[in-house]
C-alpha cells in the first residue's frame, strides 16, 4: 500500500490525491482521503479504483476542505481477498473522547488475529476484515489523554511492519515501526507545510524538499511548523524489505540514501558477472525489469533493446486479486516485438519469478516470434517463501521455488538457461560491499532466505511452518 499525508497548505487533500497517484503503483484497488478544516471538520471519500479517476473530480474534492489531510492507496494483502469491501478501505477514523483520529497503515500487521480476538471479546466493534483496523480500536482502548501516546500504546502492542500516517484536527503524525520494514519519508513544502509519503517520488510530484526517510521505530508529531520526534518502541535496527529495491519502488524514488533506479541496474550488473551467456541481444520483462537489463547489457557488453512490448494502459499485473485476472494480465499488458527478436539469442531480464506463470508465457511469446534461444535471467534470489509484511505473495504450495530446484524450474519454464542473482549478489548491489551479515543481516530478505525477522504469529496459528 502506499501513504500519503500533508499539512499547512491550503486545500491539503489535492496535494494528497497527487501524492497518491505518484504511489500508485503500491496499491491499485482503492485509495481514500480524510481531511480537516477548521469549521468543517473531518470529511472522508473512500473510493475503488485509481486516483485519477475519482480524486480528480472537482465535486469530490470540493468535499474535503481543510489544510490537514491523509490519504491511502490499497492493495489488499490482509482481510477479504476475493472482493474488497469498501469498508476495507483506508484511512480508518475513529472518534475520541479528546477528538477524531484518521489512521492510514502500508505494512502488515502479523498478530492481528490475536489482537482482534482479544479486542472483540473486550467489546470492540469491527467496521472491516483489515488487520490495520486494530490500530483504531487500541488506541480506543488506551488511557493516555492525547491522541499520540494513545497511538504509541496502541502500536507497542502490534507486532510486524507498519509505516503508519495518521491525523488529528491539528497534528499530523508518522511512524515506522521498529525494523522499518516499509518505508516512510519525511519532505517540506511552502513556507510551513510538511510532508510524509512511502517513497520520495510523491514528495516530488507537489514540489516538496526531500529532507530525510522517518527512522525505524521513530515516531514524528507535526504540528504548527514544528516536528516532535521519539522512540515509543526504544533502541532497534532497522530491517528494511529489500524487496522494495528489487521491485516495490519506483526507480525514480530514493531510498536508504540510494537510487532505487541504480540498484536495480547494479542487480543487473551483478546477474551478468555471475550468471554470464552468450547471446545476441538483452531484453528486458518490462517494466520491472528494465533497469537491471540494462546493467547486464552494460556489463556483457550484449546490445540492448526493447523486445517486449508493454502496453501502458494496463496496471500491475501482479497487484490484481484474482489468479484469473492475473493469468489473462499478461497478454493483455506484453507483446513480443517480432521484428527485433527474431532469430537472436535472447537474455530475458525479469526482477522476479513468484508463481511462473508470467516467466512461463513470456517464454512461449519469444519462441512464437522466432527466437533462437532463450535465457531468462532474474534480479531477486529464488522467492522460496512468503511475504507476511505487506508483500502479497501466495502460499509457499504455489510459489515456484518452494516446489522445485533451478533446474527443474528451468525445465518448467522451457528456457535454455536460468539464472537468479544470489543474495550476496542483491546484497552488493544495494551497497553492502561484503554481501548478506549472515549473523546480523542488514535487510529483510525472507522471501528469499525464509529468515523471518517477526515471527508471523497470526500464520503460525494457521498452520504456517517456518
Ligand atoms: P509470476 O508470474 O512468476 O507469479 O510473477 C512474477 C512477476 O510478477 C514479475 O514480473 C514481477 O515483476 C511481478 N510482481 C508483481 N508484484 C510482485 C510481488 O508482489 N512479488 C513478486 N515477487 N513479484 C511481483
Ligand atoms: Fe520484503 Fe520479502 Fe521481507 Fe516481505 S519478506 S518484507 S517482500 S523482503
Ligand atoms: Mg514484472
Request: hydrophobic share 15%; charged share 30%.
Given at each position: 500500500c502506499g501513504v500519503f499525508g500533508v499539512i499547512g497548505v491550503a486545500d491539503a487533500a489535492n496535494f494528497v490525491a497527487l501524492g497518491l497517484h505518484a504511489l500508485q503503483h503500491r496499491g491499485q484497488e482503492a485509495g481514500g482521503i480524510v481531511a480537516h478544516d477548521a469549521e468543517q471538520g473531518f470529511n472522508s471519500a473512500h473510493r475503488f479504483g485509481y486516483v485519477r479517476d475519482n480524486f480528480t473530480k472537482q465535486s469530490l474534492m470540493e468535499t474535503l476542505p481543510g489544510a490537514l489531510a491523509i490519504g491511502h492507496v490499497r492493495y489488499s494483502t490482509a482481510g477479504t481477498k476475493a472482493a474488497t469491501a469498501i469498508r476495507d478501505v483506508q484511512p480508518f477514523f475513529g472518534e475520541f473522547a479528546m477528538g477524531g483520529c484518521a489512521v492510514a497503515h502500508n505494512g502488515n500487521i502479523t498478530n492481528a488475529l490475536a489482537l482482534r480476538r482479544e479486542l472483540i471479546e473486550r467489546g470492540s466493534i469491527f467496521q472491516s476484515s483489515s488487520d490495520s483496523e486494530c490500530i483504531i480500536h487500541l488506541m480506543a482502548r488506551s488511557i493516555q489523554r492525547n491522541i499520540p501516546e494513545r497511538m504509541k500504546d496502541a502500536l507497542r502492542r502490534v507486532e510486524g511492519a507498519f509505516s503508519v500516517i495518521a491525523m488529528t484536527r491539528t497534528k499530523l503524525i508518522g511512524v515506522r515501526d521498529p525494523l522499518g520494514v516499509r518505508p516512510l519519508v519525511l519532505g517540506r513544502i511552502g513556507d510551513d507545510g510538511f510532508v510524509l509519503a512511502s517513497e520520495t517520488c510523491a514528495l516530488d510530484i507537489i514540489g516538496a524538499e526531500f529532507l530525510r526517510e522517518i527512522e525505524p521505530g521513530e515516531m514524528v508529531v507535526i504540528s504548527k511548523g514544528e516536528i516532535e520526534s521519539s522512540r515509543p518502541f526504544g533502541p532497534s535496527t532497522g530491517r528494511f524489505c529489500i524487496f522494495e529495491h528489487v521491485y516495490f519502488s519506483r526507480p525514480d524514488s530514493i531510498i536508504g540514501g540510494r537510487s532505487v533506479y541504480e540498484t536495480r541496474r547494479q542487480i543487473g550488473v551483478e546477474l551478468a558477472r555471475e550468471a554470464p551467456v552468450e547471446a545476441d541481444l538483452v531484453c528486458p520483462v518490462p517494466d520491472s525489469g528494465t533497469p537491471a537489463a540494462i546493467g547486464y547489457a552494460h556489463e556483457s557488453g550484449i546490445p540492448f533493446g526493447m523486445g517486449i512490448i508493454r502496453n501502458q494502459y494496463m496496471g500491475r499485473t501482479f497487484i490484481e486479486p484474482t489468479e484469473q485476472i492475473r493469468n489473462m494480465g499478461v497478454r493483455l499488458k506484453l507483446n513480443v516485438n517480432r521484428a527485433l527478436v527474431k532469430g537472436k539469442r535472447v537474455v530475458l531480464v525479469d526482477d522476479s519469478v513468484v508463481r511462473g506463470t508470467t516467466s512461463r508465457k513470456i517464454k512461449d511469446m519469444i519462441l512464437d516470434a522466432g527466437a533462437a534461444e532463450v535465457h531468462f535471467r532474474i534480479a531477486s534470489p529464488p522467492t522460496a517463501w512468503p511475504c507476511f509484511y505487506g508483500v502479497d505473495t501466495p502460499d509457499r504450495g504455489k510459489l515456484l521455488a518452494a516446489q522445485m530446484s533451478e533446474e527443474e524450474m528451468r525445465e518448467w519454464i522451457g528456457v535454455d538457461s536460468l539464472a537468479f542473482v544470489t543474495l550476496d549478489g542483491l546484497y552488493r548491489a544495494v551497497g553492502?560491499?561484503?554481501?548478506?551479515?549472515?549473523?546480523?543481516?542488514?535487510?529483510?530478505?525472507a522471501c528469499f532466505s525464509g529468515d523471518y525477522p517477526v515471527a508471523p504469529f497470526d500464520q503460525l496459528e494457521r498452520g504456517f511452518r517456518m
Open positions: 553492502e560491499a561484503r554481501g548478506r551479515n549472515n549473523a546480523c543481516p542488514q535487510y529483510c530478505d
